[in-house]
């Protein structure tokens, strides 16, 4: 993965260079603090992925489409504070790819890195109950495959969803996958939000019916 980190913010910037340093995969090619060093970064430095904010000072979300007609293979993460449910749309029209909140857990930003450039789209939870509360329609969106059969269950939510399907609770997997309490339970609200549904049970028919988990776990009592 080929990064240009985007952002006004000297501190952002550090920071995401901190958290994407962990990925052996990603090479951090360039950082930019305004529109124009971003489109010269993106000529110079052929980047796969651009992490953006394009709400802080000197930038816009117009820069999007631009750096998307000087490389149509592009993928773009848009990573902002809590922006209204029509400004995401907004950016999700202009070409965003998937787009995560700068308070979102570490691990979903790892994530979403991760997932977009395998060519999938990532929204963390807290971006789609925005989309929800306003009553949008993500099918009547006019960005390309973008459906809700399109959000991504990543591959730590799919885990959590098997050991919540095996009965664990929130404390049992935090301590199985060394994580925080805190961070399991917004992984499971994040999963409710993308599966639409409203509960655990909501969570192991989907694990059942993806093949996730075997449905003979739930048929047969364990003999003694």
Request: with cysteine.
């Amino acid at each position: 993965m080929r990064l240009v980190l985007a952002d006004s913010n000297d501190l952002i910037r550090i920071g995401l260079r901190t958290i994407l340093s962990k990925d052996p995969n990603a090479i951090i090619v360039g950082e930019a603090i305004n529109e124009q060093e971003l489109l010269n970064q993106v000529i110079s430095f052929d980047p796969s992925l651009v992490l953006i904010d394009y709400t802080s000072f000197g930038f816009s979300i117009d820069v999007v489409p631009k750096i998307l007609q000087l490389n149509k293979s592009l993928k773009v993460i848009a990573i902002t504070p809590e922006q209204s449910a029509q400004v995401l749309v907004d950016a999700l029209r202009s070409g965003v790819t998937s787009y995560i909140k700068k308070d979102c857990d570490l691990a979903e930003i790892q994530d979403a890195v991760s997932e977009t450039n395998k060519g999938n789209k990532f929204f963390c939870g807290q971006i789609l109950e925005t989309i929800q509360r306003a009553n949008i329609d993500v099918d009547d969106l006019d960005v390309g495959s973008f459906t809700c059969g399109s959000v991504l269950i990543s591959d730590r939510e799919n885990e959590i969803i098997v050991l919540i399907a095996e009965g664990l609770t929130n404390e049992h997997i935090a301590e199985q996958l060394f994580l925080s309490k805190h961070t399991v339970n917004t992984h499971r609200k994040n999963i409710m939000a993308k599966l639409g549904v409203k509960n655990t049970a909501g969570i192991v028919l989907y694990a059942v019916k993806t093949n996730l988990v075997s449905p003979n776990k739930f048929l047969f009592a364990p003999t003694s």
